[in-house]
């Protein structure tokens, strides 16, 4: 007995020492897909490359499409798997709404040099940032950051770090988790996660310092983030706020939920953001 129990504590401990190494490879997967599968003009969309160069000098593919007297511009900063190209539909999704947008793949990511890291994200988030304000012209009032997922916690960071100096019209966060050490405690009940987390991501915390409109996005039927991760993240944020709930998947509710999804972002911008309905 005792031989088995010695056996099965090694086990464990050796899971455990895993899970602590590989925790970065676990969280970023840009392997899932580097190569560009589409691009905007595959939907009959204007668009332009666009190289970001970040305050550490790393360069970042990113693509601009624009819209015709848009009502503003979005930051998107997508999940933690693919590249840009995989965001496709979203993409023409936001350009429907009358949103120019700018989406940028993470160090490490697609065409982007160098290796992703929770520092490197938030830096990436700031290149894009600065493109718009300073390249496209765009003033701080007429951009709207959003995230999905993984992408929810670096628009949150970014928000937070403007505040309360500059605010964005609105922060829209999609499928947002609390922290990496609480989700991960939450998937993996047997491991002591938030002693082993490296990497932190605290979106409940950052938002509690965001000032502007925020939007929360979730689908109570989330298989990858619970949706009470989402509801979380919705209590912690300052008003004005909406939650806007949809279903379908973590990866096709926004989808799924069409045309609730799209407007129900529209009226939030409209009657929060001070961007006017388009066209």
């Given at each position: 007995?005792?031989?088995?129990?010695?056996?099965?504590?090694?086990?464990?401990?050796?899971?455990?020492?895993l899970?602590?190494?590989?925790?970065?490879?676990?969280?970023?997967?840009?392997?899932?897909?580097?190569?560009?599968?589409?691009?905007?003009?595959?939907?009959?969309?204007?668009?332009?490359?666009?190289?970001?160069?970040?305050?550490?000098?790393?360069?970042?593919?990113?693509?601009?499409?624009?819209?015709?007297d848009?009502?503003?511009?979005?930051?998107?900063?997508?999940?933690?798997?693919?590249?840009?190209?995989?965001?496709?539909?979203?993409?023409?999704?936001?350009?429907?709404?009358?949103?120019?947008?700018?989406?940028?793949?993470?160090?490490?990511?697609?065409?982007?040099?160098?290796?992703?890291?929770?520092?490197?994200?938030?830096?990436?988030?700031?290149?894009?940032?600065?493109?718009?304000?300073?390249?496209?012209?765009?003033?701080?009032?007429?951009i709207?950051?959003?995230?999905?997922?993984?992408?929810?916690?670096?628009?949150?960071?970014?928000?937070?770090?403007?505040?309360?100096?500059?605010?964005?019209?609105?922060?829209?966060?999609?499928?947002?988790?609390?922290s990496?050490?609480?989700?991960?405690?939450?998937?993996?009940?047997?491991?002591?996660?938030?002693?082993?987390?490296?990497?932190?991501?605290?979106?409940e915390?950052?938002?509690?310092?965001?000032?502007?409109?925020?939007l929360?996005?979730?689908?109570?039927?989330?298989?990858?983030?619970?949706?009470?991760?989402?509801?979380?993240?919705?209590?912690?944020?300052n008003?004005?706020?909406?939650?806007?709930?949809?279903?379908?998947?973590?990866?096709?509710?926004?989808?799924?939920?069409?045309?609730?999804?799209?407007?129900?972002?529209?009226?939030?911008l409209?009657?929060?953001?001070?961007?006017?309905?388009?066209?």
């Open positions: 007995m005792l031989r088995v129990i010695s056996s099965l504590a090694g086990i464990y401990g050796l899971v455990v020492l899970a602590w190494f590989f925790q970065e490879r676990l969280l970023y997967l840009p392997h899932m897909g580097r190569e560009h599968v589409a691009t905007p003009a595959d939907r009959g969309l204007a668009w332009q490359q666009v190289d970001l160069v970040t305050e550490d000098d790393v360069t970042l593919d990113a693509w601009w499409i624009p819209v015709e848009a009502r503003g511009q979005l930051l998107f900063l997508h999940g933690n798997a693919g590249n840009i190209s995989h965001r496709i539909d979203s993409i023409q999704q936001f350009h429907r709404l009358g949103l120019s947008v700018l989406i940028l793949d993470y160090r490490g990511y697609g065409r982007s040099e160098g290796s992703p890291s929770e520092v490197g994200t938030a830096r990436d988030a700031r290149a894009g940032w600065r493109w718009l304000t300073e390249q496209a012209g765009a003033s701080a009032d007429e709207v950051l959003f995230g999905r997922s993984l992408g929810a916690a670096v628009a949150a960071e970014l928000a937070a770090s403007l505040a309360p100096q500059i605010q964005p019209a609105a922060v829209i966060l999609e499928s947002p988790f609390r990496v050490p609480a989700l991960g405690q939450q998937l993996y009940p047997f491991l002591p996660v938030r002693w082993l987390a490296t990497l932190d991501y605290p979106t915390r950052y938002v509690a310092r965001i000032e502007a409109p925020v929360v996005i979730h689908s109570r039927s989330d298989e990858v983030i619970p949706f009470t991760e989402g509801e979380a993240v919705f209590r912690a944020a008003e004005p706020k909406e939650m806007l709930v949809i279903h379908g998947g973590h990866n096709t509710g926004f989808v799924v939920s069409e045309p609730e999804y799209s407007s129900g972002i529209g009226d939030f409209e009657h929060h953001a001070g961007l006017a309905r388009w066209p």
